[in-house]
């Protein structure tokens, strides 16, 4: 049967990476739901926080759920707010920060290899 | 440069699919961007729209974003509202109803094979 949970039943984890600020993670479905090409996860960012600066040679499929905020990479930086939708190639340079007023929400996909 | 829109900036395209109603869909993140692994789609249902009760060889990672409905199988419905997340196999019979008074919008991604 499939499986069908509020975003807020899946736990709020604090993820084991430098360079992090005031950002917790649920993993809505992954391996453990039997997802075997990506994982969707949802990110919560409070006021000020931010992911790291970094880069990997996996993609992100981003959408803003709640709340605004600045992407950078290494050459520039970009409002976003939201709805937006953000495509990041493996080893592009990119971090999120929250610079609104509210807890910044977001979904991230990744792949499994 | 990553991509960066808002969703409302990729066109509504209607599906060329049987069994659907009022269902509109928006392909935030395929191919044509260099997604290889999977793609990110937004769906628009108006009041009274569903998807088709199909089954097919793939899975579907699902985040409700507004509205409401329910979620049929061949064998049971399930009400959803924003914020709910589904994990569907590949292989399981599914169908999203709009049964609220607002457009229902969903994220539906889907693997690349």
New interface residues.
Partial sequence: ????????D?DLEIPKEEGIKDLKIRW??SKK??????A?R?FEVKQGGYSPLHQHDW?H?V?I?KGEGV?R?KSKE?Y??E???????PM?W?QFINTGKETLKF?C?I?YK
């Fill in positions: 049967m499939m499986k069908h949970v509020h975003y807020t899946v809505l479905i739901d039997g997802a075997e090409h990506f969707m949802l993609e499929e959408f759920l992407a990479t970009e976003f707010k709805g937006d939708v953000f495509f990041i190639k592009e990119h979904i996909v792949p």
